[in-house]
């Protein structure tokens, strides 16, 4: 399977959201950048792993519309998130057909 690889990054440029496929393992991972540079990796919440049942166009990181909140949408469907206080965690776990546990108000 090719891997999988999508970002979304705040207006302020201090954070990004990042979801990762490495034809095993997905991730969805908190950056903090500095001076417009690719900074450190503060969170990090595992999405799944084995064989994935989607394609990168079903996949979509968005900020909410105050950027205090990057989710990773799956099928229009949000399934992890970050929010502050940075990085609190929300969601994971991935799994085909289900619905997902993530309880937020995302206002897009």
């Known amino acids: 399977m090719a891997e999988i690889f999508d970002s979304a990054l705040r207006s302020h440029r201090d954070f990004a959201g990042v979801f990762e496929y490495d034809g095993e393992t997905a991730y969805f991972y908190l ?4 001076n417009d540079q690719p900074g450190e990796i503060i969170g990090w919440i595992h999405i799944f792993s084995g064989t994935v049942d989607f394609d990168e166009h079903d996949i979509s990181i968005v900020w909410d519309k105050n950027e205090e909140t990057v989710g990773l949408f799956i099928r229009d469907q949000l399934w992890a998130a970050f929010s502050e206080p940075w990085p609190t965690k929300h969601g994971g ?5 289900a619905t997902s546990s993530v309880r937020l108000q995302f206002n897009r």
């Open 31 to 34: 950056y903090r950048n500095k």
């Open 93 to 97: 776990n991935y799994v085909p057909g």
